[in-house]
């Protein structure tokens, strides 16, 4: 991978506070330079989920940069050209998107809502660790597959079949 440009994912929620932060963070680790990872949401929160970016945090995730943001950025003029687009909550998967640049290839990977958890203490703690490990099993399967290796079609139902796994 060496001349060759990252591939450029984008991870899309409501609210861009927990999943597709998580996701976000999961993917610029594990693609090891061959994925630049961002995310976003159609009604950003405006702020993180604070038991996502402390569990991001004690993993030793880098959070400096991270920020809840529209998803509009990404379609605005000057936007990175995507190459692949990832809802990672159901309400996104069923909202109308904006226009993305690059004709990105698109897939659900839908996985439970950190902040609809309605758990206290370990057991919330566990629920979160579990949806942590939910995105990072589907994002390492994903950073596995040669991509040049697959046309488009081949492609598109691996992606799919990522969303549908049973974690």
């Not at 400096?64 to 159901?90: M, N, Q, Y």
């Not at 597959?145 to 139902?157: G, I, M, T, V």
């Amino acid at each position: 991978m060496s001349d060759q440009k990252p591939y450029n994912v984008l991870f899309l929620c409501t609210g861009n506070s927990a999943r597709s932060i998580m996701a976000e963070c999961i993917l610029n680790r594990v693609g090891h330079g061959k994925f630049k990872a961002f995310s976003a949401g159609s009604h950003p929160k405006g702020r993180l989920h604070p038991e996502t970016l402390e569990l991001l945090q004690r993993l030793h995730y880098d959070t400096s940069g991270l920020r809840s943001k529209p998803w509009d950025e990404f379609a605005a003029p000057g936007a990175p050209d995507l190459d692949f687009v990832f809802t990672v909550c159901d309400n996104a998967a069923g909202e109308v998107c904006p226009t993305w640049p690059g004709q990105p290839m698109t897939a659900h990977w839908g996985v439970p809502d950190p902040a609809a958890l309605e758990d206290k203490g370990a057991e919330r703690a566990l629920k979160l660790a579990d949806i942590y490990r939910m995105l990072d099993r589907r994002i390492s399967i994903f950073t596995s597959l040669r991509l040049e290796a697959l046309d488009r079609l081949s492609l598109q139902k691996r992606l799919d079949d990522i969303g549908k796994s049973r974690d």
